[in-house]
Structure formats: structure tokens, C-alpha cells
């Protein structure tokens, strides 16, 4: 199974039991963001998840231009 799925698949599974979304939104340097956007709505029994939190490496924003 594709861990990335189209707007439609998810419409059309989104009610099966065995389905977990996870809502990971995130922006570097605003660790707040993903969770103050979850609250003011979310694709309906998604879980939050906190990415700076999860991740292993410290993520860093990169100045590349």
C-alpha cells in the first residue's frame, strides 16, 4: 500500500476501521504551526503528530539561495 494517497482514495476509505491519517503539518522554525492548524480543523478522526518531536536528526532550515 502507498503510504501517500489522492484526495478521492481517501474520500472513498477514509471511513474504514483500520485506516490511520496522520495530520504532520509543519513548518521550520514555528513549532506551534502544525498543531495550531490541526485544531482550527483536520481531515475528520486524524491524529496529530508532531514532527519536530519525532524526528531523529534536529531538523534545520538550509539557505540555499
Known amino acids: ?36 492548524e490541526y485544531e482550527k480543523g483536520h481531515i475528520p478522526n486524524a491524529v496529530f503528530v508532531p514532527v519536530a518531536q519525532t524526528t531523529i536528526i534536529p531538523m534545520i532550515r538550509l539557505d540555499t539561495r
Open 1 to 36: 500500500m502507498k503510504n501517500l494517497v489522492s484526495n478521492e482514495w481517501l474520500k472513498n476509505n477514509m471511513d474504514k476501521e483500520n485506516l490511520v491519517i496522520f495530520d504532520v503539518r509543519h513548518v521550520l522554525g514555528d513549532d506551534s504551526y502544525g498543531k495550531t
